[in-house]
């Protein structure tokens, strides 16, 4: 008859790491914004011709360009709540937060909570035929 031992010692084991696992896993968002500060996105220069009239999406740089005539705008794409990364709703035209369905209008401002504030518009400079940011 095998030993049950074995097993005992390694779900020992096993429930003397796990929350340590978990608490490192929870821990990582905030440590790491304490250790490195905020995420920087460097220079980015986009070009004029790509940014379309209402909402265009810079999700490689986790950012949203609203455009409305002559009139440019840079929203953040993290929600305000907790910083999850926003969806934008095309057809209803607003910002949802997928993960406790936080809702911003086009322009940012905040439509439904959990979040308390609108979206962070980034500082940009418009150019000749670009739009540079950072
Ligand atoms: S992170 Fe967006 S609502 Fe919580």
Redesign the pocket.
């Known amino acids: 008859m095998p030993s049950r031992k074995p097993r005992r010692d390694f779900l020992t084991r096993t429930l003397a790491v796990a929350p340590w696992v978990v608490a490192a896993s929870l821990s990582w968002p905030t440590g790491s914004l304490l250790l490195f500060g905020e995420p920087k996105r460097g220079k980015l220069r986009i070009p004029l011709a790509q940014i379309q009239e209402g909402i265009t999406p810079i999700l490689s740089a986790k950012l949203y360009i609203r455009k409305a005539g002559d009139s440019i705008t840079v929203l953040d794409a993290h ?1 305000t ?4 990364t926003l969806h934008y709703d095309t057809d209803n035209r607003v910002f949802n ?1 997928p ?4 809702r911003f209008d086009d322009e940012g401002h905040r439509l439904k909570g ?2 308390r504030r609108d979206l962070d518009r980034i500082a940009h400079v418009v150019t000749g035929d670009a739009i540079v940011i950072g």
């Open positions: 929600c709540h907790m910083g999850c937060c993960c406790h369905h936080s959990p979040a």
